[in-house]
């Protein structure tokens, strides 16, 4: 079955902390993989996409994310994280032709500043 | 702004009742999603247009539950005698439809039934 696991519910880290959450799928054939984020009070929005090519990829506001096939997995770092980073994030796997988007359950990022 | 939009924002009905929501995809944007997301989930696939054609739809979608996309542009998704477990976050997003391409969501509709 399609799915997508991420390992952790709540991340709580103080301004400066290093970040990285992790993602694993279990889907059959090429994939395209993306990380989005939802801050409090707004719309889901893009942060980064890996579609092919160079397994570390950059997205917006200082994340990146690394594609290693043969663990499945696409955890999504930064190295030091802000107070505004505080927002849910989620892991999302569909096959390389488009189509639907499998979510994990998504992460709740708190940052204290 | 030149976003997907959702209308409306909230909804609130009352058990039994049928409700329907629209979805304004990104101009010139072939392939239309709609998904629910319920509190502490991530969002969950219920189906998808390209163009006017639905070209899937989740074991999730009931059959209360029907979309359409008539002229490949807006998309309306009603819910018929609905129930307090349809309550959850309507999202829509919308796509190039290109084979690897990117979703762009918009703000959802909140759904409550009491």
């Known amino acids: 079955a399609q799915s997508v696991s991420q390992h952790n519910h709540h991340v709580i880290l103080s301004e400066a902390a290093s970040l990285e959450l992790g993602c694993n799928y279990s889907y059959g054939g090429t994939v395209n993989l993306f990380w989005y984020v939802q801050y409090p009070g707004q719309h889901l929005q893009l942060l980064l996409k890996?579609?092919?090519?160079?397994?570390l990829v950059k997205g917006i506001k200082g994340f990146e994310a690394e594609f290693i096939k043969s663990k499945f997995s696409f955890n999504l770092r930064k190295p030091s994280v802000q107070w505004s980073d505080t927002a849910e994030y989620f892991c999302a796997v569909n096959a390389h032709q488009g189509g639907k988007l499998i979510f994990g359950q998504g992460t709740e990022l708190s940052v204290k500043p | 702004d030149t976003g997907v939009s959702q209308d409306p924002r909230h909804k609130i009905t009352k058990r039994g009742q049928n409700v329907t929501f629209r979805c304004d995809p990104i101009s010139e944007h072939n392939r239309l999603y709609w998904y629910r997301q319920t509190l502490g989930q991530g969002p969950e696939f219920l189906t998808y247009?390209?163009?006017?054609?639905?070209?899937?739809k989740s074991r999730l979608l009931s059959d209360r539950f029907s979309a359409e996309r008539p002229k490949g542009s807006f998309s309306t998704l009603e819910i018929q005698r609905t129930e307090q477990g349809d309550s959850a976050m309507y999202l829509c997003?919308?796509?190039?439809?290109?084979?690897?391409?990117?979703?762009?969501f918009g703000p959802g509709t909140r759904l409550t039934v009491l």
């Open positions: 247009f390209q163009n006017e054609a639905q070209l899937e």
């Open positions: 997003a919308s796509s190039l439809g290109l084979t690897s391409d990117t979703q762009y």
């Open positions: 890996y579609f092919s090519g160079d397994p």
